[in-house]
């Protein structure tokens, strides 16, 4: 493994409890990062802590609830110092249904937690960046934002928006933080717990679509996502980063 020095720097995860999360913390605590793991699963959280040591804590936090993610991030800046580092990871499939079957309650569900969690949760961090004159945010999209996956309209949809976000947040810092980025990664699908979500035949296509035939690992995941989050990276900004194994078309 590379080293990626993120000594002493303060970081929040969404959604950190397990797979790309829990893959990131683990990597940023090996860099020298204090770490603060977010998800509405206290049992999992407990697990992550336990298996990560010292430089961790949790919080159960549900990041589509405004007053919930202000609460939490005056919580954690009283714990960490200072936020240097958000990745915005929380999210979830929804079923895999054509568009014209899709439960539209559902396809809420997916976008307040795949899109408008992640404005949530950038917009209460990133005053406290721009006051230190720091911050790295890197959101967690997927290539399914670039190309569109079928009978996945809705995380399609939100994770095409996190990428528009991504472009918008990270020129608006531009000009008033430049220190502070804002870029997005788009994996091909890695095999976690968002699986469970999806069926058999969704999961065979996926894989099917990748040059390299096989799914993308978290711990490759986590490695650009840490090299984004630190001082090395600082010229990209509002960048959309592929890690798709050969599959992202532009």
Known sequence: MNSINLHQRGAIITGGARGIGLACAARMVASGAHVMLWDIDEAALARARASLGANVLTSVVDVTNESAVGKATADAVAALGKIDILVN????????????????????????????????????????????????????ASVAGKEGNPNASAYSAAKAGLIGLTKSLGKELASVAPNVLCNCVTPAAAETDIFKQM????????????PMNRFVRVEEIAAMVAWLASEDCSFSTGGVFDISGGRATY
């Open 89 to 140: 990871n929380a999210g979830i499939t929804g079923p895999n249904v054509s568009l014209w079957n899709y439960p539209p309650d559902d396809f809420r569900n997916v976008i307040a937690l795949d899109l408008v969690a992640p404005f949530l949760v950038a917009r209460a961090v990133v005053p406290g960046m721009i006051a230190s004159g720091y911050g790295r945010i890197v959101n967690i």
């Open 199 to 210: 069926t058999p035949e969704h999961i065979a296509f996926m894989k099917s679509k990748i």
